[in-house]
């Protein structure tokens, strides 16, 4: 897999149903037609989550329809739904098969083996924290899951569910937000627990190049320890959890895939427990809230990381980009994920301008008509991001300057650089409502007369190369406008 890999995380059951429209036939996962997964990779993805495949559960689905905030998001979403719509939370997963809603629990390997030869990995979902509330261990191996007395039910009545055996069940929680009532809780301090989900990742591997792991920091000894020590008395055990899969996994498939879902700043220590990609929800958060000082900052601060670290602007937990960050603004975000180092998400439905968030539960979503501009500016992104340049150079920040020198608008111009063979590639964004002004400087010894061609909006420039090094571009953007400047320097 090249460097700066693509990833396309799509809803299974929405991909299916768009196919089963689009072809007017009934047909399962597996029989998605085979061009279908070669024109994404056309687009130039290199990876393909499908989000949700895992067999859904009775129990979840209950939750999931009695929930009165759902039922509101779901009023938001598709406000014709009916009972039929809802299938519970692709997160609360009974079985680690393929739902019968897409096809035969053995068509997976059937479609890893479509997907690799469209030249696409396969990740899948892997939740450790809990389970679905009817999971079959809640009969079978209840010393997998976290048990509570009498009184720790009364204490915490959000926390627990009555289950069969005089049981007291507790529900999968994390730190800050109220329990997950359609989930039981697995106890990640029992051998027993960790061995099974040992198993159960063992099988996955087999028709998958790697997972998306839900919530990952909740399985670290620490947060365990923190969220249910109260109530799992026994010692923390030596070796953390993700420390005795990882590397197993790694010894047989050493190309398998680690990504996690992960915050609170726990994303380095995931990293060094063998992970190979972490969200960067810090780096969503500043582009959707903060200016342009503090995303350069933070982008500065450690560069590695980012190497490792998952970019997006929209998945299935956030709102939709356009809806979040309004449209100018969103594209301007957009062209700095996808030219940042590290892995960079597109979600199904962002290159098409779509603006509802669907909740996971549901499984059909209301039709939206494609937002033309939008699907144009993703299609011209995908192509100029292609290139071996942004997944195979060097990277660096430009640093940018005043214009005059009472002009501080350079500030609002994030910029850097990617050079690769003689292929320089300068990205430029005016993160701002505001326009904004500057110089980039130029570090490189550049002579003679240098063609800048903007690839994203198809104008070129002719600069002689002597100015260039030794007093830069000047550059003036609009609102959010954005460059991608491209110069064969051999």
């Known amino acids: 897999m090249r460097h700066h890999p693509h990833l396309f995380e799509t809803n299974a059951r929405l991909f299916l149903n768009r196919n089963r429209r689009k072809y007017r036939k009934e047909m399962s996962l597996v029989q998605v037609p085979e061009h279908e997964w070669a024109a994404l990779k056309r687009q130039g993805f290199d990876l393909v989550w499908l989000m949700g495949v895992w067999r859904r559960s009775p129990g979840a689905r209950g939750e999931a329809l009695r929930y009165p905030g759902l039922q509101l998001e779901y009023d938001r979403a598709l406000p014709d739904w009916t009972q039929d719509d809802v299938a519970g939370s692709p997160y609360a997963v009974y079985d680690y098969r393929l739902d019968p809603a897409l096809g035969q629990p053995d068509d997976l390997p059937e479609i890893k083996k479509r997907l690799n030869s469209a030249g696409l990995g396969l990740i899948l979902d892997f939740v450790v924290n809990h389970v679905a509330l009817d999971h079959p261990w809640v009969s079978s191996h209840p010393g ?226 494609t937002d033309t501009e939008v699907a144009m500016f993703y299609r011209t992104l995908l192509r100029v991001v292609n290139g071996d340049t942004f997944h195979e150079g060097d990277w660096a920040l430009v640093e940018v300057g005043e214009a005059a020198a009472t002009d501080e608008s350079y500030r609002r111009v994030l910029a850097w650089r990617w050079l690769y063979d003689g292929n320089l590639k300068i990205v430029v964004v005016n993160y701002s409502p505001e326009s904004a002004r500057g110089w980039l400087k130029f570090p490189l010894g550049l002579t003679g007369e240098i063609i800048l061609l903007d690839e994203l909006n198809g104008v070129s420039y002719t600069r002689s190369g002597k100015e260039l090094a030794s007093r830069g571009l000047y550059i003036a953007l609009g609102p959010y406008r954005t460059h991608v400047l491209a110069a064969n320097l051999r």
């Open 144 to 369: 997998r899951l976290v048990r509570g007395l009498a009184a720790d039910a009364a204490r915490h009545p959000d926390w627990f569910y009555s289950a069969e055996k005089g049981l007291f069940l507790a529900h999968g929680r994390e730190r800050y937000f109220p329990a997950w009532t359609d989930t039981a809780q697995l106890n990640l301090f029992a051998a027993e627990t960790r061995e099974a989900l040992a198993a159960e990742l063992a099988r996955i591997t087999e028709v998958a190049d790697g997972v998306r792991c839900d919530m990952a920091m909740l399985a670290l000894n620490e947060v365990f320890q923190q969220i249910w020590g109260e109530i799992v008395r026994n010692e923390p055990p030596p070796a953390e959890f993700w420390n005795e899969i990882i590397p197993a996994v790694k010894a047989r498939k050493p190309g398998f895939l680690f990504l996690a879902e992960a915050y609170w700043g726990l994303e380095g220590r995931l990293r060094e427990l063998g992970f190979d990609f972490t969200y960067d929800k810090v780096l969503y958060d500043k582009l959707r809230y903060a200016e342009s000082p503090a995303i350069r900052d933070y982008i500065l601060s450690d560069t590695r990381q980012h190497r490792r670290s998952v970019h997006f602007i929209e998945n299935h937990d956030e709102d939709r980009a356009l809806a979040a960050f309004g449209r100018e603004r969103s594209l301007a975000a957009a062209v700095a994920i996808m030219t940042t180092p590290g892995m960079r998400l597109l979600h199904e439905g962002q290159m098409e301008g779509r603006r509802v968030r669907v909740p996971i539960q549901l499984i059909r979503q209301q039709d939206e008509p």
